[in-house]
């Protein structure tokens, strides 16, 4: 009778965890029951369920102003196949654990996904503030929760754009090959404008300065630079851009916006600042 005894206490020690655990953890005592303490990389009653990585999640509360503790299966930014233990990302994420921006597009085969880190080590400027960082010769110490999972392009040299789709117009040798058609086939190369006319305003024997109507805008336009490369008013003299954040596609408003033509170089920037000896009216189209 004892034997029998024991023989029915040892059997319900295994019973009492759902499947045996799967064979991927342990049947432990507690809390006055049987439960499955589960082996890393598995979840579940039964230890069926694959875990996924996990990383600081994209959107929580918080811990404190700077930090942001709370970790999440997939960053809270896709979903644990439970079979496999792989993340499905949504859409504009990447990595194991769905912890990294995606690079639109894969930048266009033109430029590289770098992170926001590396971005700050390589191409900053290295002039540290009081109180921060910057290695000798390098950019800036970028340390917060999210430095190794933002990313954006890093664009090779002519293309630009958060995707890198976009290139420069490459800028005439001779000061007489800019004409008014020239002018319009520069404005008319912006993403966010479809019509203008140009008119030569000056010329003389170093500057060229034009008046530029815009009479139409494109009704869809995103902003087409991105946070790594941008003009700011004296771009390359080999070609010839514009910074183009003050284009909307809809409102009423003045937007003052010039460039000069000089023999050893190039200004462009809009009314609040404008670089030059001349401005170049540019005005909505007229209701």
């Known amino acids: 009778m004892l034997v029998a ?14 499947d045996f655990c799967n064979g991927h953890g342990n049947c432990d005592a507690r809390d006055g029951g049987l439960v499955c303490s589960c082996f890393d990389g598995w979840s579940g009653p039964s230890c069926a369920s694959r875990k996924c990585d996990s990383s600081p999640a994209w959107i929580s509360k918080g811990s404190s102003l700077t930090a942001h503790g709370h970790v999440e299966e997939c960053s809270g930014a896709g979903v644990c196949d439970r079979t496999t233990g792989l993340c499905k990302c949504n859409p504009g994420f990447s990595g194991m654990a769905c912890h990294r921006l995606a690079c639109p597009n894969g930048c266009s085969g033109r430029g590289t996904c770098s992170l926001v880190s590396t971005i700050g080590a390589e191409l900053g400027s290295g002039a540290a503030s009081p109180g921060q960082s910057a290695p000798t010769g390098f950019g800036w110490n970028y340390s917060p929760w999210d430095k190794n999972m933002a990313a954006g392009c890093n664009c090779e040299y002519g293309a630009f754009g958060p995707d890198c789709s976009l290139s420069n117009t490459p800028m005439p040798a001779n000061l007489d090959d800019v004409t008014s058609d020239y002018c319009k086939l520069v404005f008319e190369s912006l993403p966010n404008v479809r019509t203008v006319s140009c008119s030569k305003s000056n010329h003389s024997g170093s500057s060229k300065s ?65 670089q030059g000896s001349s401005d170049v009216e540019v005005q909505n189209p007229s209701s």
Do not use: K
Request: aromatic share 12%; with cysteine.
């Open 5 to 18: 005894l024991l023989t029915v206490f040892a059997s319900g020690v295994r019973a009492g965890c759902p």
């Open 210 to 274: 034009f008046a530029v109507a815009i009479l139409e805008w494109a009704t869809v336009f995103d902003s087409y630079m991105n946070n790594i490369w941008y003009h700011d008013g004296a771009p390359h003299a080999g070609e010839l851009g514009m910074r183009h954040s003050d284009g909307l596609s809809r409102g009423r408003r003045l937007v003052n916006c010039g460039f000069g033509l000089f023999p050893r170089d190039i200004q462009i920037s809009n009314s609040s600042g404008f």
